[in-house]
């Protein structure tokens, strides 16, 4: 069964850089198949994608965060990771991993973690 | 404001049948599928619907999808008191840059 699992700081300071991981368990994170997500969710607000990326490179990102955001995999680790720069009060929220198959929306979900910008 | 619409409320007593509906254009539901996704609140989303009307293993036949056009739906038949949560559809955006959309969320409450 797959399972994802975020990481990261909890807190982060205005103009600074965000930076989460996201461990994949059950399956292996270099399928040709998979796609890889972030998605995060402001306090008592609705889900917004933040983009995907592939073990081989191939990304797609959501065009109001594109110019902020850097993906990276660790296929020894089988993990993937988010870093979303010069944040603001506004990135405060729950960021979630997860997984796309198919042009669709993800399929399997992390927990989710609480991201805080906050001086 | 995003580019698949949903309305923000629901409701219904248990028993009855709900429909939510999420209401996007040719670049979006008209041309790829559909997902659904109930959240209840404090926990991550749990996948209902994949491919506009395909039910993930464990997921009750009460709930089932559809797509017409440019529009899709999330019925739920049998209304229960835990269905009470947040319903999300996301289909894929077509355009230069293609990505992931969710329709702004429906609160369903069962009263």
């Known amino acids: 069964q797959l399972q994802l699992q975020e990481s990261g700081p909890g807190l982060v300071k205005p103009s600074e850089t965000l930076s989460l991981t996201c461990t994949v368990s059950?399956?292996?994170?270099?399928?040709?198949?998979?796609?890889w997500d972030w998605i995060r969710q402001p306090p008592g607000k609705g889900l917004e994608w933040i983009g995907s990326m592939t073990y081989s490179g191939t990304t797609h990102y959501n065009p109001s965060l594109k110019s902020r955001v850097i993906f990276s995999v660790d296929m020894s680790m089988n993990q993937f990771s988010l870093k979303l720069r010069s944040v603001t009060a506004a990135d405060t929220a729950v960021y979630y991993c997860?997984?796309?198959?198919?042009?669709?929306?993800?399929?399997?979900w992390g927990q989710g973690t609480l991201v805080t910008v906050s001086s | 404001q995003s580019v698949v619409t949903q309305p923000p409320s629901a409701s219904g007593t248990p028993g009855q049948k709900v429909t939510i509906s999420c209401s996007g254009s040719?670049?979006?539901?008209?041309?790829?599928?559909v997902n659904w996704y109930q959240q209840v609140p404090g926990t991550a989303p749990k996948l209902l619907i994949y491919t506009n009307n395909q039910r993930p293993s464990g997921v009750p036949d009460r709930f089932s999808g559809s797509k017409s056009g440019t529009s899709a739906s999330l019925a739920i038949s049998g209304l229960q008191s835990e269905d009470e949560a947040d319903y999300y559809c996301?289909?894929?955006?077509?355009?230069?840059?293609?990505?992931?959309?969710f329709g702004g969320g429906t609160k369903l409450t069962v009263l």
């Open positions: 997860g997984r796309h198959v198919r042009r669709e929306g993800p399929d399997y």
């Open positions: 059950g399956a292996p994170i270099s399928s040709a198949d998979y796609h």
């Open positions: 996301a289909t894929w955006h077509d355009g230069l840059t293609g990505h992931v959309v």
């Open positions: 040719s670049s979006n539901i008209g041309s790829n599928t």
